[in-house]
């Protein structure tokens, strides 16, 4: 710290700089967060750290550079670069089974979130030009959203009742997953039990990246075959939902990196 600046300035100035990052970042994360409460709580939570010194140290050279780091990435232009690196896009090709990996579903009202619809679209776009004849849906476990939550798998399936009532693929469920592992886990299952030799990965683009390392980790031959990217690259600045979709990816990688996943 510059000698001629008062500590208790450089502590005040540090604590703003600081809070108003991280509270910018926990925003564009959870976007309900209230973000000026937000600031003030995390700017007096750090002024008060600075002022220890065996904190001051790890807020200064750990905190406030990752949170430099994140915020780059997060509201500049370099947010597209990044979701266009976390994307694993190949040619179809044909093979013996279709996977779609779970997205979410609204439970009060039983429809697909926007991140399943647009998986399970491309998987219909794949087995109706004939890639492969079985598709493969996602159960959730009950544990994920609460046992009265409808299942992903059962609105996907009725989903193709409608679309397809006299022409239904065969379909295979991958049951009571928790997460993109779980899944990964069931189709190695499904592989050995029906000797399969190449399936279809399909999941959304920014989530391709991680689910292909998770099944090759797990020994899947696939080829990833993702749903067309719904985050598309907007302007300069990025928006919220590109903020948020890149903010929760890098915490997945970081989740599954410590659970030994990757």
């Known amino acids: 710290m510059p000698q001629h600046v008062p500590p208790s300035v450089f502590s005040v100035v540090v604590s703003i700089a600081i809070g108003l990052l991280a509270s910018s970042l926990w925003h564009a994360l959870y976007w309900k967060v209230p973000l000026v409460a937000c600031a003030v709580l995390l700017t007096g939570g750090t002024f008060l750290l600075l002022r220890q010194p065996s904190t001051r140290t790890a807020v200064l050279v750990l905190v406030l550079p990752l949170l430099l780091i994140l915020s780059s990435l997060t509201f500049t232009p370099m947010l597209h670069r990044i979701l266009t690196a976390l994307t694993v896009q190949a040619t179809p090709r044909h093979a013996d089974a279709i996977v779609i990996l ?3 579903v609204n439970c009060t009202t039983g429809v697909l979130t926007a991140a399943s619809q647009e998986r399970l679209e491309q998987g219909i776009r794949l087995w109706q030009a004939g890639y492969a ?3 493969v849906l996602s159960q959730q476990a009950d544990a994920l959203y609460g046992a009265d939550c409808p299942k ?6 009725q989903l193709l ?3 397809f009532p006299a022409q239904l693929p065969p379909v295979e469920i991958l049951h009571n997953v928790m997460n993109t592992h779980d899944e990964a886990v069931e189709t190695a299952r499904l ?3 029906h000797r399969w030799q190449q399936v279809l990965l399909v999941t959304s683009s920014w989530h ?3 689910a ?3 099944f090759a980790k797990v020994g899947v031959p696939f080829t990833s075959v993702p ?3 719904a985050v598309a690259a907007s302007g300069f600045i990025p928006t919220p939902l590109e903020q948020y979709t890149l903010l929760r990816e890098l915490a997945a990688y970081v989740k599954a990196w410590v659970q030994g996943e990757l």
């Open 133 to 135: 004849s079985t598709l």
């Open 191 to 193: 592989i050995t039990h």
């Open 102 to 104: 779970g997205g979410g």
């Open 152 to 157: 992903v798998s059962d609105v996907s399936l």
């Open 227 to 229: 749903a067309p990217a």
């Open 212 to 214: 292909a390392l998770m």
């Open 161 to 163: 009742q409608q679309r």
């Open 208 to 210: 391709s990246r991680r």
